[in-house]
Every structure is written in structure tokens, then in C-alpha cells.
């Protein structure tokens, strides 16, 4: 068993913290991260957050969706209390559905630099329609990946 060292989570101030804050607006400066200590591997870490809430930008009324964050580490990863944060500060946040995809992808990618990222949201129906937006990132070497996840879901449609 490989124990952590105290260096290697430094930063790390969330987890195991009894005096938890939720953040009532946006706030990405609540998201930690720690060292990968398997970079020599691509491996894929996913984070499946059912209970998303947002406001919809004009009416003000609550929009819904379970998110999914598919990503291949590089050398930082993100600490997965401080992402439990992080999506809660949306739910006083007015934006579209799209919009909020964009921007937790946007705030992961400059959080971890990671080899690949995407953001999923399965929004749950208001007026009728629902909406899934998909916002992707990738390092050179992974732009093929991103161009098939992409077309994944032109297909699954």
C-alpha cells in the first residue's frame, strides 16, 4: 500500500474538514487538487454528480441535471469534496444549460491541465425539451479521442 505523504497533500484542505462552507454563488476557487501519482499511465477518472442545479438566466427558475466529468489525468487531479463544492456554487448561478457545461469544463481544464476532458449534462426536461450539452478538451495527442466522443454523441442522437 502506497500512503500519501503530507507534501504530496498540501492544498488538500476540504476532505476530512468538519467545518464544510457551501458556496451560495460560483465560486471555482474552492477546487483542490493533488499529484497523480500514476502519470506514466493514461487512465480515465469519472465523476458522476446526479443532483446539479442551476438557474435558468432569465425566468430565474431552477434548472436540474446529473453531469458527468469524464477526464485522463496529467499531473494534477481534482479533489473530488472540492468538485462536490465547486458544482453546488451553481445553484444560485443564472446561466443556460450550455453555458454551465462550458464553464466547469473551461474552470477544470485551467484547474488540472489534464490530457483530455469532457463535461456531459443531462438536463432534466422544462417546457418540453431536454437538453444534453457536450464540451470536450484535449492535448495533441488526444484530438482523435475528442473527434470520436464527438461524434458519439451526434450519433446517439
Known amino acids: 500500500m502506497t500512503n500519501r505523504t503530507t507534501e504530496e497533500l498540501?492544498?488538500?484542505t476540504l476532505l476530512g474538514n468538519q467545518n464544510t462552507k457551501y458556496e451560495q454563488d460560483y465560486n471555482p476557487?474552492?477546487?483542490e487538487t493533488f499529484i497523480n501519482?500514476?502519470?506514466?499511465?493514461?487512465?480515465l477518472v469519472t465523476f458522476n454528480c446526479p443532483e446539479f442545479t442551476s438557474l435558468c438566466p432569465k425566468t430565474g427558475q431552477p434548472d436540474f441535471a446529473k453531469i458527468i466529468i469524464n477526464y485522463i489525468p496529467a499531473e494534477r487531479m481534482v479533489e473530488s469534496k472540492s468538485l462536490k463544492l465547486y458544482l453546488f456554487s451553481f445553484r444560485n448561478h443564472g446561466d443556460f444549460h450550455e453555458d454551465c457545461v462550458n464553464i466547469i469544463k473551461n474552470?477544470?481544464?485551467a484547474l488540472m491541465k489534464p490530457k483530455y476532458l469532457?463535461?456531459?449534462g443531462i438536463f432534466n426536461p422544462r417546457g418540453g425539451i431536454s437538453i444534453y450539452p457536450f464540451?470536450?478538451?484535449?492535448e495533441p495527442p488526444y484530438k482523435e479521442l475528442e473527434r470520436q466522443r464527438l461524434l458519439q454523441c451526434f450519433r446517439n442522437q
Open 107 to 109: 474552470d477544470l481544464v
Open 118 to 120: 469532457e463535461v456531459i
Open 135 to 138: 464540451a470536450s478538451y484535449a
Open 10 to 12: 498540501q492544498g488538500v
Open 37 to 43: 501519482k500514476h502519470q506514466e499511465s493514461d487512465y
Open 29 to 31: 476557487a474552492v477546487l
